[in-house]
């Protein structure tokens, strides 16, 4: 019995044919619809996620087993958030917060993927993502958050792998973002501010350039014509 094993990467739920599903399946003689109709049955819980896929084909048989493997960190930290993206400015602009128990509930799903020995340390892996994506935890930056995760601060939480947040706290959690995303607002808006001025010195320094040189040329212009009568006189008295 022959197998052969193709690795897909789709959208959760709403996986399409494109042309690397066609340049990997259509080869091995599979009917596509249908296998995209078992990737989507599969994956229909990480909608609005990417999903790594395997499709096992029997290439005697044509069976096609589907095996869906845990979306990237950073996707179930999207989907956590209800977010479309991290921050393009991690250290500067914020776009998120999350408490310590939706980072053990993410760790949990990873844990098996990752290389980590025991649960907090997959934790800390998931805290690192979040420092790459400009999301806090427990509304506190990496450096933070990792102190207290070593020095046993969330110990209880992550020895009973502890995934609900009382209304308490998710309460706090819910002020904490807010204000976290009201100060990443306004930080956004100097940053913009910034390279807008930037940009403008930038041209008026180009144009003062531009300005400067066309001086100068209309200036050896106006001295070259100044010249010309003295060389004229000069080949004149030459002649005679």
């Known amino acids: 019995m022959s197998k052969e094993t193709i690795d897909l990467m789709v959208d959760g739920g709403k996986a399409a044919a494109g042309a690397t599903m066609g340049q990997s399946l259509g080869p091995l003689g599979v009917n596509i619809q249908n296998v995209l109709k078992l990737i989507n049955e599969k994956t229909v819980d990480f909608k609005g996620m990417q999903v790594p896929v395997k499709v096992i084909v029997d290439t005697q048989t044509k069976e096609v087993e589907i095996t869906v493997g845990t979306p990237f960190t950073s996707e179930l930290i999207k989907k956590e958030l209800g977010i479309e993206k991290g921050s ?3 250290h500067k602009i914020k776009v998120g917060n999350l408490a310590i128990e939706q980072v053990i509930k993410i760790a949990k799903m990873k844990k098996d993927s990752m290389l980590a020995n025991n649960l907090k340390s997959a934790v800390k892996n998931v805290v690192g993502t979040c ?3 400009g999301v806090l935890v427990e509304g506190k930056d990496i450096k933070i958050i990792n102190e207290e995760i070593n020095t046993g601060k969330y ?3 992550i020895n009973s792998g502890k995934t609900e947040i009382s209304e308490e706290k998710a309460k ?5 973002t ?3 995303l009201e100060a990443s607002k306004k930080e956004e808006e100097r940053l913009k501010a910034e390279k807008e001025a930037a940009e403008k010195l930038k041209e008026e320094k180009k144009a003062a350039k531009a300005a400067a040189e066309a001086g100068t040329t209309t200036a050896a212009a106006g001295a070259k014509t100044e010249e010309a009568p003295k060389v004229e006189a000069k080949k004149e008295e030459k002649k005679k």
Request: no cysteine; glycine share 6%.
């Open 155 to 157: 110990d209880k939480e």
């Open 172 to 176: 706090l959690i819910r002020e904490q």
């Open 88 to 90: 393009g400015v991690p």
């Open 131 to 133: 420092a790459q994506m």
């Open 178 to 180: 807010a204000s976290i």
